[in-house]
């Protein structure tokens, strides 16, 4: 039999914490993270990680499991979250996965296309171009490439880029045509998906607020490890002071938060009021 599990999904802000939290006290249940960017240690505040007061309240998975600088991608995930639902059931837990990171939702719900093994020297030649050239550049190439992809691989993300790009210098094929002739049929256990929703006008206020909130909290002072991970580009997080010790001239709070958690705000912005992606046979509510 499947192991049954509860996905709380939704647009950044619109309170998937919180609901994820009140439903796993109430089923004796624990929690998966499923946010890319929760994984990393040290990167607390710009990632809007539970605190420590939920985190004692109720269990919670995959959170502060790798260092910034250390490579983690989907599939990775897929297999650590696998495990700690299979152990969670051995143990009479009920699971509730939150996060709004599609890739590791899809990854965990339908599988993965695997690929080719990876290509040191290839990998090594594109960081490479993107040190010379910019990620924007290599972005574009991709682009060129192989269209279709890049509707699912954010601008900024690196390791993805890099990924696609090195599954075409493998086998010549675009990553999109394997995912097609993928299909994502592996169905390892029995879902259901709670969508979360708000009006245009209340999201965005909720994820100004969380901006905000973010800076109130000391934003500005967190530095991972004590080290700036200013070359995670899909981290964003950066020196946010000058050198006398303010924020630089000009900058917004908006600005001041992570770029990949900036991002998701800016793309929840964007999804207001409708549909972020979470796949078929979701249950939405406001």
């Not at 998937?16 to 439903?23: F, G, M, P, Q």
Request: aromatic residues 6%.
């Amino acid at each position: 039999m499947k192991i049954k599990i509860v996905i709380v999904l939704g647009p950044t802000a619109v309170g998937k914490s919180e609901l994820a939290l009140e439903l796993a006290q109430s089923v004796d249940g624990e929690i998966v993270n499923a946010d890319s960017q929760q994984v990393y240690r040290y990167m607390d505040i710009g990632t809007g990680k539970p605190s420590r007061g939920d985190r004692e309240r109720v269990r919670h998975h995959l959170i502060d499991i790798v260092n910034p600088d250390d490579e983690f991608n989907a599939a990775l995930y897929r297999r650590l979250a696998t495990e700690s639902i299979e152990q969670m059931q051995k143990r009479g837990k009920n699971v509730v996965v939150c996060g709004g990171t599609g890739l590791y939702l899809k990854a965990l719900t339908h599988g993965l296309f695997v690929g080719p093994g990876q290509d040191s020297e290839m990998r090594r030649n594109l960081d490479l171009e993107i040190d010379k050239k910019g990620l924007a550049a290599t972005y574009q190439r991709l682009i060129e490439i192989d269209p279709t992809v890049v509707s699912s691989i954010h601008p900024n993300d690196r390791q993805r880029i890099i990924r696609a790009l090195e599954v075409f210098h493998c086998t010549g094929k675009p990553l999109s045509l394997w995912q097609r002739e993928h299909a994502f049929q592996d169905e390892p256990f029995q879902v259901l998906k709670i969508g979360l929703l708000r009006g245009r006008a209340e999201l965005y206020d909720l994820i100004n607020q969380r901006g905000e909130q973010m800076v109130r909290d000391g934003l500005l002072d967190e530095s991972p490890d004590g080290r700036s991970y200013s070359g995670r580009q899909d981290s964003g997080y950066c020196n946010r002071r000058d050198e006398t010790g303010n924020p630089p001239s000009g900058q917004t709070t908006a600005d001041l938060v992570p770029a990949g958690r900036r991002d998701s705000l800016v793309s929840s912005r964007k999804r207001a009021g409708g549909n972020c992606r979470g796949g078929a046979g979701v249950s939405w509510r406001r």
